[in-house]
């Protein structure tokens, strides 16, 4: 083969070359191949589920964006989880420590979001309002007693977490705790029904 020959077969491979990719004729690359590639197909499947994701906190955001609504799910959902340990701790269920650890940990969960909850107790949102809630004036007036008693939910509910999977009798010595830290905060903040 002669120089001349070489230049020429080079240059028919690169003419064959394009052709190829022109028609798409021929190997192809894999679609993932590339880092470029990659990133427009995760891009076009993020980006929808990004969009439908803040779509669906932003109604939940505006579904709970009355105070008392918001806090009274949420206690409703604390009352969920104390049903199921408090009927396991008075055998109406029977114990499974499976059930109650997961219980216990949902309700410690949601005892920390209570503490955290932003714009949840604005004053003004008592039961001297209108608002349809049982929530007394005077948790306004001591704002730090009733967050120290939040705060006792909280050490009371992680104590629940700890040992809910140890045993039916650990279960019900915590419901004891828990059940004081509940009934301290609403015989002082909570109108009676």
Known sequence: MSLLGGREYFAQADVTARFRAAFRIGPRPHP???????????????????????????????????????????????????????????????????AASEAAAELSALAVGLTEAEGWW??????????????????????????SKMDDLVTAAAAMEAVAGDGLEAVQGEMRTIGGACGACHSDYRERS
Request: glycine letters at 8%; proline letters at 4%.
């Open 32 to 98: 993932f191949s590339t880092k470029d590639t990659l990133m427009r197909s995760t891009l076009r499947i993020a980006l929808p589920a990004l969009a439908v994701l803040g779509l669906g906190t932003a109604l939940f955001a505006e579904a709970h964006a009355d105070p008392v609504e918001a806090r009274q799910e949420h206690m409703k959902a604390m009352g969920a989880q104390l049903g199921i340990l408090g009927k396991m701790a008075q055998g109406e269920t029977e114990y499974d420590a499976a």
């Open 122 to 147: 604005p004053e003004g949102s008592d039961n001297t309002s209108g608002a349809d809630t049982k929530a007394l004036p005077e948790i306004w007036e001591n704002m730090d007693d009733f967050e």
